[in-house]
């Protein structure tokens, strides 16, 4: 027959301008189960009574007392992120996604509460971490979503592994007040033509493939040339860091037509390259796909990053004999990504639908294409509400919307 848990009355006392409640408890310390005497603030003791404060400590004392946790799981955040749940998504997640999680972790949520008891973080104590993030000013509306999300995650798979059970917790936290993210970056068909007229080859030819096809940075990585066949791309495989995974998402798989200026630049590539058949279409030295980060480092930023005076890129400038100043002649680089959404806006530019854009770029849903991937410049804003003019002034009608005092102004 099973034990029954005896239930603790607790002791009240007061300090500091507060009441506490006083309990036994059990924690995991450096790996062991510890029975310990905690003491958990109940509320401020000004004009509050020792009887009203014991009927306020009646919801904690009920919570220890029903728990049904085993001790085990009674551990701080710090070892259940670090030895519990971080393992598991190294084991279930894309390798970029995990490096995402760790880095949040280490460089956010971590120092705020790697000793506090996982078991006993309520809503209000993971707003206060938040809030705490969000303090100095630095981090976007997005960065601060991401954390939040991040949190979420911890707590979902705390309470499925039985190492918390409240309720709803970071979900009901709101995103502190922050600034609004940077606009993001789409090249458009004149910058991907300065771009292409002063890098190098295989450079080149690389970010050829970004801008016309949309491929993410990881995915033109573990291009092979058996991907290339039938006047198409097709997608199935991404590189990060030398991890070979799936890509992104089952929608992310799938072939990308290869325009005629593209498909030039990749046969003059293929020979360049020995003609080969197989293989990475990108390979660095050793013959494995190339890390696009690094061709940018060594190849891509010193080319478009020079100094107007001796032409020195700013890398080896340390020594120059007068300060660098940028080349602005030289088009600028916005990253990777920037091709890809430079692609979504020129298709859409040309009067391309935005299904069909979706389609090209390989999105779950339109909505991510049209909110993310279309940039819309003020240049076409200006040529959109020309053409509503030129409707307008073409019909009797359009008199009518002057006023008779103001028809006489020319």
Partial sequence: MRKRKRQQAGQLFKAGGWWYVRFYDSRVIEGEVERLR???RVVRAQGITKAKARELAKPVLAEINRSVQSPETIVTMGDFVELVYLPRMQ????????????????????PRCV????????TCDIQLILDDIARPG?????????????LSGIFKFAKQQGYYDGEKSARDTAIPSAREPEE??????????EILAVLPEPAATVFAVAAFTGARRGEIGGLFWENYMDGAIYIAR????????????????????????????????????GNPMSGPMFPN??????????????????????????????SSHVLSDHTFERDSALPEWHGWHAA???????????????????AILRHANVSTTSTYYIKTAAADAQAAMAKLETEIMGNKWAMDLVPPQLASIQ
């Fill in 38 to 40: 905690i003491a958990k």
């Fill in 91 to 110: 084991q279930q997640k894309r390798p970029s996604t995990y490096h995402g999680y760790k880095n949040i972790w280490g460089d956010h949520i971590r």
């Fill in 115 to 122: 000793g506090l008891w996982l078991r006993d973080m309520r």
């Fill in 138 to 150: 630095e981090l976007s509306r997005n960065s601060l979503r991401h954390i939040k999300s991040s």
């Fill in 184 to 193: 993001t970056y789409g090249y458009s068909l004149e910058e991907i033509g």
């Fill in 238 to 273: 991404a590189v990060w860091h030398g991890n070979v995974t799936e890509p992104k998402t089952r929608k992310s798989k799938g072939a990308i037509p290869v325009i005629a200026p593209l498909a030039k630049r990749l046969e003059f590539h293929r020979m360049r390259s």
């Fill in 285 to 314: 030295e050793a013959g494995k796909p190339t890390d696009l980060n690094n061709l940018l480092n060594r190849v891509i930023l010193p080319t478009l990053n020079r100094c107007v005076h001796c032409g020195e890129a700013r």
């Fill in 340 to 358: 890809r959404r430079g692609l979504g806006t020129n298709l859409y530019r040309l009067g391309v639908s935005e299904k069909t854009i979706q």
